[in-house]
């Protein structure tokens, strides 16, 4: 099973960027890992808030083939405690699904097309994160339940 990243818009930030490259390469000894970034969205000033979560709807379920399974990283999805995702990730591999798309969406969220294609919604916490800063965080989730999956000495209980 591959699992992709999906993010709109490049992150500027140094520190946003190191720290995800941290996890990225961790990663790459455990499973098949990628970012993918959608461009940001042209003329959003000339746009409401919906018609901005909607150009990047189609732009997120364009890379979305109908065998991928899709979760939305959403304020309002399912919480889970590190132990509980690296049993969702264990959960979705032995499925003998190809393709783990996870997908932080802009800053006003995802449209109703995308909320109706996603398999799942999870939250990574009840606080609320910078759409960029949530790639480093997601990272470092996956990197963690990759360990815990593996029974190495990362997480601490």
């Known amino acids: 099973m591959k699992i992709e990243l999906l993010v709109i ?7 946003i960027k190191d720290g995800f490259e941290i996890y990225n390469k961790r990663l790459t000894h455990y499973i098949p890992f990628s970012m993918n970034v959608i461009p940001d969205i042209k003329n959003v000033k000339n746009m409401s808030e919906d018609q901005q979560k909607t150009k990047e709807g189609e732009e997120i379920l364009k890379r979305c083939e109908n065998s991928d399974i899709l979760v939305i990283l959403d304020e309002n999805g399912k919480q889970f405690s590190s132990k ?8 979705k591999s032995i499925t003998g699904i190809k393709k783990l798309i996870f997908v932080i969406g802009g800053p006003y969220g ?13 939250s990574l916490s009840k606080m609320t994160f910078s759409h960029q800063m949530v ?8 990197y963690r339940a990759m360990t815990i999956i593996k029974g190495e000495p990362y997480h601490h209980e």
């Open 9 to 15: 818009g490049k992150t500027d930030s140094k520190i």
């Open 110 to 122: 995802f449209s109703q097309d995308v909320y109706a294609r996603a398999n799942s919604k999870i």
């Open 84 to 91: 509980e995702f690296s049993n969702f990730i264990v959960q």
């Open 135 to 142: 790639r480093m965080i997601f990272a470092e989730q996956l």
